[in-house]
């Protein structure tokens, strides 16, 4: 199970070289609220702050990844959760057009914490469309 993680991982971090970075954050760095915040996310009541077509361009959902991130203050760096035990949130930088390394890494169900760890946000592909939510944290 280790061995395959680790590939992934190193798979993961070859496809958004250009924006990872060598930090992490271990699980039991990230508080309760970004946990409870996700489970939030995917469930069936929950609203999205926005949604798109899942049938644009990848330019068109990249730009909106961004902009919607942007303006909810992630700026310059953020955690991606990789749904891996071994490295559970790896940092990226945040340069224009970073969202196409992300993709590259991860296919769907994104989930980004900021930097400060003080907003989490999430995108996932569902019927039709992606489904965009945040919360800003405590």
Do not use: C
């Not at 959760?81 to 196409?100: G, Q, Y």
């Not at 930097?115 to 569902?126: F, H, K, N, P, R």
């Amino acid at each position: 199970m280790e061995r395959r993680e680790r590939q992934e991982l190193d798979r993961m971090l070859r496809a958004a070289s250009e924006v990872v970075t060598a930090h992490t954050l271990a699980s039991a760095e990230v508080p309760d609220a970004v946990l409870e915040a996700v489970r939030g996310f995917w469930s069936m009541s929950a609203e999205p702050a926005a949604t798109l077509n899942d049938e644009v361009p990848d330019e068109r959902l990249d730009s909106w990844m961004e902009e919607l991130l942007t303006r909810h203050s992630f700026r310059t760096s953020a955690f991606l959760l990789t749904d891996l035990d071994l490295a559970p949130w790896i940092e990226f930088r945040m340069p224009p057009a970073w969202f196409s390394s992300i993709r590259r890494a991860k296919e769907s169900s994104w989930v980004f914490l900021r930097s400060d760890l003080g907003a989490v946000a999430a995108v996932s592909e569902q019927e039709y469309r992606f489904e965009f939510f945040v919360s800003h944290l405590p």
